[in-house]
C-alpha cells in the first residue's frame, strides 16, 4: 500500500508536468490558407467626429473585404513566423515577418512609404499581434490580429482597426490548403 502511494505521488508530477508542457506548446500555423469569404466577416463602424491633429485615415479598399482576400502562405518555426500575402497566380503582395516573443518587429509597406510595427505573443493558443501602420513616423491605423486554429486545418484571424474616422473589426476564416 506504501509502494502504490509512493508511486502515485511519483507519477502525478510527472504527469502534470507533461500535460503543462503539451498544453503550453504553440500550434503550428505553417501552411498554405486559403480564405473563406462565405464565412467571414467585416463590421465598420464610424467616429462621431475626427480626432483632433490626427492624421487622414487611409483610403478605402478598391474591392470590399470579401470580394478579395488574400491566401497566406505561413511559415513557422517558434519564435519566428513568416506570412507571406498571395495573390491568386501565387505571386507575394506582402510580407510580414514577426516573433512570438513580444518583442518589436518592424515591416517596411508600400516601398518604404509606411513602416509596419508590431508586437506578438502567444496567449494560451492564440497569437495576439498588436500592429500600428506609420507614415512619416505618425500613427495613420492601429489594430490587433488574434489568429487561432479552432481545427487542425481551420485558421480564424480576428482583427480590430482604429483609425481617425473609423473602428472595424474582421473575421477572416482560413482553410488550410491541402497538398
Known amino acids: 500500500m506504501i509502494r502504490t502511494r509512493a508511486l502515485v505521488y511519483m507519477i502525478l508530477p510527472a504527469l502534470a508536468l507533461a500535460t503543462a508542457s503539451w498544453a503550453a506548446a504553440a500550434p503550428s500555423l ?5 480564405p473563406d ?7 465598420k463602424e464610424l467616429k462621431q467626429a475626427a480626432e483632433p491633429g490626427a492624421p487622414p485615415a487611409p483610403p478605402a479598399p478598391a474591392q ?15 519564435p519566428r513566423v513568416k506570412i507571406d500575402f498571395l495573390e491568386d497566380d501565387g505571386s507575394v503582395i506582402s510580407t510580414t515577418e514577426l516573433t512570438t516573443d513580444g518583442t518589436e518587429n518592424v515591416n517596411a509597406r508600400a516601398g518604404g512609404a ?4 508590431s508586437t506578438t505573443a502567444w496567449d494560451g493558443t492564440v497569437l495576439r499581434t498588436s500592429w500600428k501602420l506609420e507614415q512619416n513616423a505618425r500613427v495613420v491605423i492601429a489594430g490587433t490580429d488574434a ?7 481551420t485558421l480564424v484571424v480576428t482583427t ?5 474616422k473609423s473602428r472595424s473589426r474582421s473575421v477572416i476564416v482560413y482553410h488550410r490548403k491541402q497538398s
Open 64 to 78: 470590399g473585404i470579401q470580394d478579395h482576400l488574400p491566401v497566406l502562405r505561413i511559415s513557422h518555426d517558434e
Open 160 to 164: 480590430t482597426t482604429e483609425d481617425s
Open 147 to 153: 489568429s487561432e486554429l479552432t481545427s487542425p486545418d
Open 37 to 43: 469569404p462565405a464565412a467571414s466577416t467585416h463590421s
Open 30 to 34: 505553417t501552411g498554405t490558407w486559403v
Open 114 to 117: 509606411l513602416t509596419h510595427k
